[in-house]
């Protein structure tokens, strides 16, 4: 294992590594950012990863997802990471949640949270929830509609620059209505949105326990750097706060 981490350690050195073996990680959402960064805490050598997605690989996926290729369309997003991150790590504990996020879903353990969910009440509840539990969480602010990774930016929700974006403002309204109006890091832009064609579809979806969720899904455009680079800032700030 030394081996595979070798350049961590001598950058963090052996203690750091000994602790990001011994924590926990959730990863809420596998798409564009969430993917980047459970690949990230995965070669960081996180020893447990839960990963929480519903969701199987679209063709529309193809131009930034990490794992979205034309051979692996219409695959399971959470059997595609497995595969892939024990072909980095085969040690690594996984646990795999091929499902909606669910309001019963078991914090135990979890040391932090990678909150890369972009349908807003699954996203707000999972937010109030880590708050509620002092579970540490780091939240992507949306990374669609946008081309240059270099206006993002790390921050609390209390301080982030443009809380006029419908997304953030959205987010921040719902937070707010149930007093929470910081103690949340965000990743956010200062990057102005912008789509060609704004275009939404009705999205249905059957959870485990047979609940029907349906929703107004708006479909953002989406480019090949912002996502990830987004996933890599998330999961460079869980490692940093876990080997502090």
Known sequence: MNK???RNILYWGEEAQNKLLNSHVAVFGLGGVGGYCAEALARSGV??????DFDTVSESNVN?????LKSAVEESKTSLFEKRLKDINSDIELYLINDFYSEDFNFEGIDFVSDAIDTMRSKINLLVKCHENKIPVISSMGAGNRIDPEKLYISDISEIHDKKAPFVSNIL??????EIESGITVVASDEK???QEKLSEIEQITTKSGEEIEFNKIIPSSTPFVAPAAGLLMASYIVRNIIK
């Open 193 to 195: 949105p912008f789509v």
């Open 173 to 178: 309204y719902q937070l707010k209505k149930r």
């Open 4 to 6: 595979i981490f070798s």
């Open 64 to 68: 930034r997802q990490i794992i979205a």
């Open 47 to 52: 020893g447990t990863l839960t990963l929480i």
